[in-house]
């Protein structure tokens, strides 16, 4: 599993995505690699300078794929 971080001067960075605006230290793996994947799709540039380790979109991709199968099978095995 691939993991994108973020460099040390934008650690402090407030960026509002998904449910929050919390400083980037505070963010998940899962929520800095969803940011890497928006950063990846738009090309922004002011999101792209916030990365040290940058995998590949496919890489990012299948990260989140295999997270998110981990979580469903978690969930099904709680129902049992």
Do not use: C, W
């Not at 990365?51 to 991709?61: G, N, V």
């Not at 989140?64 to 709680?78: F, I, N, R, S």
């Amino acid at each position: 599993m691939v993991q994108a971080t973020i460099k040390e001067e934008f650690k402090n960075k407030r960026l509002a995505f998904g449910k929050s605006a919390n400083p980037l230290y505070k963010r998940s793996g899962i929520e800095i690699n969803e940011l890497a994947i928006i950063a990846h799709e738009s090309k922004d540039k002011s999101l792209l300078q916030l990365f040290e380790t940058f995998p590949t979109l496919a890489e990012l991709k299948k990260t989140k794929t295999d997270q998110q199968l981990k979580e469903a099978v978690g969930a099904a095995v709680k129902k049992r």
